[in-house]
């Protein structure tokens, strides 16, 4: 009954001829062999669209009007107001694994001609070649060759004043008048079939909103599992990135807020920290590497300035896409999306996702769920900032209860004795390079540091008071562990080769350096290695330590640790001796603490010891804030390394210390299963050879550059080579010694040891008897090099 209707409602619309005669239209369809739709086929064509998804109702859609245009193929642009974008889901009877978006605002070719078919409201042909890549590569699946030519026809939103769809036709019959019948053709099938196609495309995009916010919620909860580490965090949010948009590679940068630009944390899903710590002072570099963009410079510097999201269909194309790397990598980057991520306050990082693998570009849906997913990594990495600052609060609560369990509370006694020490503390050539800050008593070596500091006027010109300096160093002093090495004695000569270097070089005379900072150099100097444990940043990092879970993340490890102690003890009350400082001398001052502690790090002299040899060999400009930096470094591990400087009987009392330090450590590294590297290994060293690296490969190349630009430093460089020299010859002594089976370290500590060197050193000089006892007490100490002059001269002909 309802299709009898039915048949009667379509009779009376559509055949209105039937009693006027034929009509223009039916004649001119009639002669193009196009029929009108009778209400058979129309209601046919319902019938089968009821009760059946979208996708498939755009199939039989194209398929009925591929019949009846005579046409090769057909397909749909519904044109969704909400989003503003257009979306193709079936080409001719193919459902694409993945609907094509276009923005309607967006100037590519194909969206330019459907755009002009929406703006104008009427048809419009175009060449099928200036189609969209990808929608032409779909139609070559379907139909090859693709035909010429094809029309697009918009249809009228029944209610609404805009374009609901744009239905387009390629090579549809070519006869005269084609264009007119078959718009009205497509107008007249969906004057009655629109209804039926909106609900169920809008039900499909609620759909798919369902399916993407359930997928951002099932993320949301991966992400939160990450919290506490924000590199695993990192990782598995590209990772998740890549497997929303389905890109091929992607990259994160994170905004750096003090130097504004962005550093690449993650790159293609895998973290870019690559920590290896070694020893602090005889090998191996910390690399951290990282790639860094300045703030608008480049996509994701673009967009980090403008906080727009950026889609970049062909990359080769864009004139912020740089090339070079693809061309060192191999890579071909063809496409990108590139977004901001936020956090209440702003931009804090950019995302970059390059080359979809299911498309031949990144889309509109693409474009929604980055935008989405966005929200989500703000809030996942500021909630992993604030997780990580947390458990650093109880890392330093723990630490701090550790420590004061450690030291012992500088009583009000010990400052006043150290205050009106009767010594006169006038010990012979205090002030001159060779002498040996070991020498001086162990009980008066906080009253030469008072010494220092006023010598060098710092008391008077910054108005410490006494008691806080004193209670300062005796905090300092108290702040040191029992270690071989690394102990309150190593601080002492540390700080005392600093003094030696503002004296005799005239650093604060001549302008090299200013007053606040020769004050804040040889404080740095004496707190440089507070609370060391005896074991490097490589052991802390392995071993999962507290101080690692305090400071891995950011390099230099023990370094980071000595500061922090240094400022809780200037935070100590009555020791703070910057106390008289202005507000900018004491940030500076501070400042200037930070950068020359972390300085001592070896690996980061390693990786400015090329700028500080440029700067030498280009003349020093005072006047260069960044200079002045590379110079305090140097002077920092210089000093650091002072020991080499002096006779060989102090350098081998040293690496006594030294070795002993590192082969605990490595007898330590063998209990806990690891096998050490050699240098901490007591049964595989060789001392000299070590030694010889050690000066050769770092405090020769040091000591160069300090006497190229102070000549007056140049007796350092000579006695530092006459050390190597007797290293190379002890060689000898330790290959036979170890053939019986002795190690290395008690051939060392042999006291008949020393003397042997030097007769094995005077025979090899040929130097007479009554010359050895001279030169075998001051082979180093001859500054002047009369003593290098004839090693060196002893060691050609030998």
């Given at each position: 009954m309802f299709r009898r209707l039915l048949s009667i409602f379509f009779c009376d619309v559509l055949c209105i001829g039937e009693f006027c005669g034929r009509s223009r239209i039916e004649r001119k369809m009639t002669s193009l062999n196009l029929k009108a739709s009778d209400p058979e086929s129309i209601l046919s064509l319902l019938q089968d669209l009821a009760d059946v998804p979208c996708n498939i109702v755009q199939q039989k859609l194209n398929?009925?009007?591929?019949?009846?245009?005579?046409?090769?193929?057909?397909?749909?642009?519904?044109?969704?107001?909400?989003?503003?974008?257009?979306?193709?889901?079936?080409?001719?009877?193919?459902?694409?694994?993945r609907e094509l978006r276009f923005p309607v605002s967006q100037s590519n070719v194909l969206n330019h001609v459907l755009h002009k078919a929406v703006r104008h409201r009427r048809s419009v042909t175009a060449n099928a070649t200036e189609l969209d890549q990808e929608l032409l590569h779909h139609l070559h699946s379907v139909v090859n060759p693709v035909p010429d030519l094809f029309l697009c026809i918009p249809v009228q939103h029944p209610v609404q004043p805009h374009i609901a769809l744009v239905v387009c036709l390629v090579n549809c019959a070519?006869?005269?008048?084609?264009?007119?019948?078959?718009?009205?053709?497509?107008?007249?099938?969906f004057k009655y079939c629109l209804g039926l196609l909106l609900s169920t495309l809008k039900c499909q995009e609620e759909t798919r909103l369902k399916l993407q916010c359930q997928d951002l919620l099932a993320v949301s909860r991966k992400l939160f599992t990450h919290l506490?580490?924000?590199?695993?965090?990192?990782?598995?949010?590209?990772?998740?990135?890549?497997?929303?948009?389905?890109?091929?590679?992607?990259?994160?940068?994170?905004?750096?807020?003090?130097?504004?630009?962005?550093?690449?944390?993650?790159?293609?899903?895998?973290?870019?920290?690559?920590?290896?710590?070694?020893?602090?002072?005889?090998?191996?570099?910390?690399?951290?590497?990282?790639?860094?963009?300045?703030?608008?410079?480049?996509?994701?510097?673009?967009?980090?300035?403008?906080?727009?999201?950026?889609?970049?269909?062909?990359?080769?194309?864009?004139?912020?896409?740089?090339?070079?790397?693809?061309?060192?990598?191999?890579?071909?980057?063809?496409?990108?999306?590139?977004?901001p991520i936020r956090d209440e306050n702003g931009i804090i990082g950019v995302a970059q996702l390059c080359n979809k693998m299911n498309g031949l570009?990144?889309?509109?849906?693409?474009?929604?769920?980055?935008?989405?997913?966005?929200?989500?990594?703000?809030?996942?990495?500021?909630?992993?900032?604030?997780?990580?600052?947390?458990?650093?609060?109880q890392a330093r609560n723990k630490l701090s209860n550790e420590l004061m369990m450690y030291h012992m509370k500088v009583e009000a006694e010990?400052?006043?004795?150290?205050?009106?020490?009767?010594?006169?503390?006038?010990?012979?050539?205090?002030?001159?390079?060779h002498f040996s800050p070991r020498s001086v008593p162990y009980k008066h070596m906080p009253c030469y540091v008072f010494k220092m500091f006023k010598e060098l006027g710092f008391i008077k010109h910054w108005r410490i008071k006494k008691t806080t300096l004193a209670r300062f160093i005796l905090f300092v002093k108290k702040g040191y562990r029992d270690a071989p090495y690394h102990n309150w004695v190593h601080a002492f000569s540390v700080a005392h080769f600093a003094y030696l270097l503002i004296v005799n070089l005239k650093l604060i005379e001549d302008g090299y350096i200013t007053p606040l900072q020769g004050l804040a150099f040889l404080v740095s100097c004496l707190c440089h290695d507070i609370d060391h444990r005896g074991t490097n940043n490589s052991f802390q990092t392995k071993c999962g330590t507290v101080l690692a879970s305090l400071?891995?993340?950011?390099?230099?490890?023990?370094?980071?640790?000595?500061?922090?102690?240094?400022?809780?003890?200037?935070?100590?009350?009555?020791?703070?001796?910057?106390?008289?400082?202005?507000?900018?001398?004491?940030?500076?001052?501070?400042?200037?603490?930070?950068?020359?502690?972390?300085?001592?790090?070896?690996?980061?002299?390693?990786?400015?010891?090329?700028?500080?040899?440029?700067?030498?060999?280009?003349?020093?400009?005072?006047?260069d804030p960044t200079q002045r930096k590379l110079l305090l470094a140097m002077f920092m591990t210089c000093c650091d390394l002072s020991d080499q400087t002096k006779t060989w009987r102090v350098t081998k009392k040293t690496a006594e210390q030294i070795y002993d330090e590192f082969f605990s450590q490595g007898d330590l590294e063998k209990s806990m299963g690891t096998a050490p590297i050699e240098m901490m290994d007591r049964e595989r060293a060789s001392i000299p050879d070590l030694q010889v690296q050690f000066i050769t490969n770092l405090a020769l190349p040091l000591f160069r550059n300090l006497a190229d630009l102070f000549p007056a430093a140049e007796p350092l460089v000579e006695v530092i080579n006459n050390n190597r020299e007797v290293w190379k010859l002890a060689r000898n002594l330790f290959q036979e010694y170890s053939q019986n089976g002795t190690k290395s370290m008690d051939i060392l500590l042999d006291p008949t040891l020393e003397d042997e060197v030097l007769k094995a050193f005077k025979q090899c000089a040929g130097i007479e008897d009554e010359q050895s006892s001279e030169i075998g007490v001051n082979i180093e100490k001859d500054i002047a090099g009369q003593s290098h002059e004839i090693i060196s001269k002893s060691?050609?002909?030998?």
């Open positions: 398929s009925y009007l591929q019949s009846a245009t005579e046409s090769k193929v057909v397909f749909l642009a519904p044109i969704l107001v909400e989003t503003e974008e257009m979306v193709i889901h079936v080409v001719g009877e193919k459902i694409l694994e070519d006869r005269d008048n084609a264009e007119y019948m078959c718009t009205k053709m497509v107008q007249e099938c506490g580490d924000l590199s695993d965090l990192l990782r598995e949010i590209m990772a998740e990135a890549r497997k929303l948009t389905n890109a091929e590679r992607c990259s994160l940068f994170l905004l750096d807020p003090e130097q504004q630009d962005l550093v690449a944390k993650v790159f293609d899903g895998v973290s870019t920290r690559d920590v290896s710590n070694n020893s602090k002072h005889h090998t191996g570099q910390q690399s951290v590497k990282e790639m860094r963009i300045a703030r608008g410079q480049g996509i994701a510097g673009h967009v980090a300035s403008s906080g727009k999201l950026l889609n970049i269909r062909n990359a080769y194309d864009h004139p912020l896409f740089y090339r070079g790397i693809d061309e060192v990598t191999g890579f071909k980057t063809r496409n990108i999306l590139c977004f570009y990144f889309d509109v849906c693409d474009e929604e769920v980055a935008t989405a997913f966005s929200i989500y990594c703000g809030i996942s990495i500021m909630h992993s900032i604030v997780y990580k600052k947390i458990q650093d609060a010990s400052v006043q004795s150290l205050l009106n020490c009767r010594d006169d503390h006038s010990i012979k050539d205090f002030d001159k390079f400071y891995s993340s950011e390099g230099s490890v023990m370094e980071r640790h000595h500061l922090a102690q240094s400022m809780c003890i200037l935070n100590t009350d009555g020791c703070n001796i910057f106390e008289s400082l202005s507000s900018e001398e004491y940030s500076e001052v501070l400042d200037l603490l930070r950068n020359n502690i972390l300085s001592t790090d070896l690996a980061s002299h390693f990786r400015t010891a090329e700028q500080q040899r440029e700067m030498i060999l280009a003349g020093y400009n005072k006047d060691f050609e002909t030998t």
